[in-house]
């Protein structure tokens, strides 16, 4: 199926993608891996694990990671490096919330490890330059950034703190490289925005090139806990117009549902697209990524879609089309690691907006 130009040049499709990962804090941030291991799990069991943040501030502090399994599914925990803690028990049945805890750091940010019925989750606790306003610093993905051509991605920060807040946003390109984006305002070509965020205030940055051929990626945002930072797609399309779709900051999971339709809408008979994208949260591990696809009745749709595997921090980003043209349904995706998405509806190739991802309970 051909898709209209200025969709496929968005790299929010199958033959040429992609978000750039952000790593955050540039050098000061480290990675602190965490993989969440079950023993003795049931055949029928499955698991889903998500956390709000993926970092611990230098000064220490806790991460509490959300487990979500069957009432008879056993788990545990295992791995552990020597200054991460368990609050609490270990290993349990059924779903619920487990609590890392984390000492002061002194020195450098620091990597570990554990895991829970193969999922694999990155944490990172930075070092004391990072956030050094307190211990509320948190790691959080915007899961998909477009720019170059008809593209533009509007990132603004709001303070409520009644302090200055330090801010830190990473990109990262498919591959999981450092990608230098261009942003307006004065900040040229960088694959890592250091700033402050005034108190009270906001700050707005535009990653934008309209001579440039359109790139995708997406980026990682290292900020106090009283900083909330969103995204705004922007599309100039062919009729002179321009759309746009406000886009919240991600999360982190392993599990997730996207609704998606790509009929026509009535009664132009104008096509339907749903476009999404994924971003691998873990530095240290490739993230497979296998999504069911069922219709409006919940019946499986056979070999309806395939995720390469994406590389350590890599993003893929493409359009539904083949077995789910002219059908309407959900996509249920489960990974091995961590990860991040967005899904988009666009009504041809002009206007747009963004579809909800949705977490088990």
């Known amino acids: 199926m051909d898709y209209p130009d200025a969709i496929s040049e968005a790299n929010f499709t199958t033959r040429g993608s992609g978000f750039s ?11 602190v891996f965490i993989l969440l291991g079950a023993t003795a799990s049931h055949a ?14 230098a000064a220490g502090g806790n991460l509490t990671m959300s487990i979500q399994t069957g009432s008879d599914c056993a788990w545990s925990i295992f791995g552990l490096p020597a200054w991460l803690t368990v609050s609490g028990s270990s290993e349990g049945i059924g779903s619920a919330e487990v609590t890392v805890v984390a000492g002061d750091n002194p020195g450098p940010a620091r990597i570990g490890a554990f895991t829970v019925a193969g999922v694999s989750v990155p944490v990172r606790q930075l070092d004391s330059s990072a956030c050094p306003e307190g211990t509320g610093c948190l790691i959080r993905p915007l899961p998909h950034i477009a720019f170059g051509g008809v593209w533009t991605t509007e990132i603004f920060a709001v303070s409520w703190a009644k302090r200055e807040s330090d801010l830190s946003i990473a990109f990262y390109s498919d591959d999981g490289s450092p990608v230098a ?32 051929p359109i790139q995708s990626g997406w980026a990682l945002v290292t900020a106090g806990s009283s900083v909330e930072t969103q995204a705004v797609f922007r599309n100039a399309a062919p009729s002179g117009n321009y759309y746009e779709a406000a886009v919240q900051r991600g999360e982190a999971y392993s599990h997730f549902l ?14 339907l697209y749903t476009a999404f994208a994924i971003a691998n949260l873990n530095p240290l591990v490739m993230a497979n990524v296998v999504c069911t ?8 749709i056979q070999n309806a879609l395939t995720i390469p595997g994406l590389k350590p921090l890599g993003h893929y980003a493409g359009y539904l089309s083949g077995p789910l043209t002219g059908r309407r349904g959900t996509l249920d995706c489960n990974a091995d690691t961590l990860v991040s998405a967005i899904a988009l509806r666009l009504i041809g190739d002009e206007a747009f907006s963004t579809l909800p991802v949705i977490l088990p309970d």
């Open 21 to 31: 990962p952000a790593r955050v804090c540039g050098a000061a941030l480290i990675a």
């Open 293 to 300: 696809a069922r219709d409006a009745s919940g019946t499986v």
């Open 258 to 271: 996207i609704p998606f339709d790509v009929t026509t809408i009535t009664p132009t008979g104008r096509p």
């Open 181 to 212: 984006v261009p942003l307006t305002g004065g900040f040229g070509r960088v694959n890592t925005l250091t700033d402050n965020i005034p108190a009270l205030g906001r700050r707005d940055y535009e990653v934008r090139d309209a001579s440039a």
């Open 44 to 57: 029928s069991c499955s698991y889903a694990v998500s956390a709000p943040s993926l970092g611990i501030a």
